[in-house]
Nanobody
Framework: QVGVVESGGGSVQTGGSLRLACAASGFTSRTQSWAWFRQVSGQEREGVASLVRNSQDSQTTYADSVKGRVTISKDSTKNTVYLEMTDLQLDDTAMYFC????????????????????WGKGTQVTVSS
């Protein structure tokens, strides 16, 4: 059984930074698609960043709203993916969810929530002025 746990959320002021972590257990696929989504209550879940990788290649995809401010990466020694967020703005306030699935998702599909099989419970990010 696959487990997904997010951490690293918190409260920051505008312009601040946070690093979110997503730790997966029981996930051993050789081709992995990971993603971060965010959701504000009452709104649809939005794809933020994705990392797709196998033993030979990797692909990152970012939403236009965060491009240049966010970096997704994976610790090669752990089953953990990180989301580094800088220059945080009020609009970044949301619950952030990590999702993963086996197989290679194309860049066009990698930020679509329904493509992912395993989800964490989320970590809250609150940005204030």
């Amino acid at each position: 059984q696959v487990g997904v746990v997010e951490s690293g959320g918190g409260s920051v002021q505008t312009g601040g930074s946070l690093r979110l972590a997503c730790a997966a257990s029981g996930f051993t696929s050789r081709t992995q698609s990971w993603a971060w989504f965010r959701q504000v209550s009452g709104q649809e879940r939005e794809g933020v960043a994705s990392l797709v990788r196998n033993s030979q290649d990797s692909q990152t995809t970012y939403a236009d709203s965060v491009k240049g401010r966010v970096t997704i990466s994976k610790d090669s020694t752990k089953n953990t993916v990180y989301l580094e967020m800088t220059d945080l703005q009020l609009d970044d306030t949301a619950m952030y969810f990590c999702a993963l699935s086996n197989g290679w998702l194309t860049a066009a599909a990698a930020l679509e929530a329904h493509r992912y099989k395993h989800w964490g419970k989320g970590t809250q990010v609150t940005v204030s002025s």
